[in-house]
């Protein structure tokens, strides 16, 4: 691999005059820019970025925040694979690479960010699991890095943010279910502080008032984000001493659980509890056919992209009509189990 200073060497010019005439300079005369530019093809001239970026004060880099209790072990190789390969399509036309930035479950999100801010690793960052109190929002507000958001917080500093329509999602899925005459009807949920969760459950009660009926808490279910946390949500309900005749299970990665779960105590979805959650590629292959809600991913990770691109100042020209903030449709997909 020829760097540059081999190609002075080879052209026995100084290091400054090759730099100048590979960017392009007006100070360097048209038959050494020609020299150079023909040497650089013939002998396979590769840019070291890395200093590039130094002299530049820029990484070329876009750090992507996931806290493995959360994201990883429940859905990294469907859902957030398909964010991604949206996203690195739009970073790859400014020869940005997208790198994620796995922070451990047993790890404090807070430190481990502030740890990433002071290495100066990213030139942006994209935060997931965002929680419902986000110190994490303050924190890179402050050191003036641009991010945006996979997920609302109730800390909110003006950044943008894209997040799935849950509220949506528990309008058409309460709705469904009272019309087909259920009156009692769970939910499941993430552990922990994890946004979402709040939005989903918040709007679910707000829908069920509209008929006069109520969310039991008994019957508001939390588990892990991955096929056991499903799992254990069936133990759960069939453990119920009122046990409700329909759920709605907010991650995609819980419903193959859940429906292992009833199989294995003969129970069916859609004929013994009704059963709507949000789909996977797993989801096709479920007896029933899962009534689900599916949103384009690929197309999300292009809007997160187009969107964050369009803070930062080297960009922002390129995205000027880009959406800040947006609830991201998930559209309903009938099936047989609800």
């Not at 209790?69 to 859905?75: A, L, N």
């Not at 929002?137 to 329509?165: A, C, M, N």
């Not at 109520?214 to 096929?227: C, I, K, Q, T």
């Not at 759960?236 to 429906?259: C, H, W």
Request: some cysteine; hydrophobic content about 40%.
């Amino acid at each position: 691999m020829t760097g540059i200073r081999e190609l002075a060497e080879h052209l026995d010019i100084s290091i400054g005059t090759v730099s100048r005439a590979l960017n392009g300079k007006p100070d360097v005369n048209d038959e050494t820019r020609r020299r150079v530019l023909e040497a650089a093809e013939k002998l396979g001239y590769v840019a070291n970025q890395a200093g590039r970026s130094l002299r530049k004060g820029a990484t070329g880099i876009i750090g992507f925040m996931m806290q493995t209790g959360h994201d990883i072990t429940g859905q990294g190789d469907t859902f957030f694979m398909r964010v991604f390969d949206g996203m690195q399509t739009v970073l790859a036309r400014h020869k940005l690479d997208l790198v994620a930035l796995l922070c451990s479950s047993e790890e404090d999100p807070d430190a481990y960010l502030k740890r990433i801010v002071a290495r100066g690793f990213a030139d942006g960052i994209i935060l997931s699991a965002t929680r419902y109190q986000d110190p994490r929002f303050e924190l890179l507000h402050k050191t003036k890095i641009p991010f945006i958001t996979l997920g609302r917080s109730q800390t909110d500093v003006g950044q943008p943010w894209y997040d799935l329509d849950f509220e949506g999602m528990a309008e058409d899925a309460i709705e469904r279910l009272v019309a087909r005459g259920h009156t009692r009807i769970a939910i499941s949920r993430p552990h922990g502080d994890i946004n979402l969760g709040h939005v989903f459950e918040d709007h679910c009660r707000v829908v069920l008032a509209r008929h006069g009926l109520e969310l039991d808490p008994a019957h508001v279910y939390r588990s892990g984000p991955n096929e056991p946390g499903g799992y254990h949500v069936a133990q759960q309900v069939m453990k119920s001493r009122d046990r409700p005749s329909a759920i709605i299970l907010l991650n995609e990665a819980t419903v193959v659980g859940f429906y292992r779960g009833l199989q294995e105590v003969g129970l069916k979805p859609g004929k013994d509890i009704a059963v709507i959650g949000q789909y996977s590629p797993q989801a096709q292959f479920l007896n029933p056919v899962l009534t689900c809600f599916r949103p384009d991913l690929r197309a999300l990770g292009i809007a997160l992209a187009e969107s964050l691109l369009a803070t930062m100042p080297d960009f922002a020209h390129h995205y000027p009509d880009a959406v800040r903030r947006r609830l991201w449709p998930m559209i309903l997909i009938e099936g047989e189990s609800d």
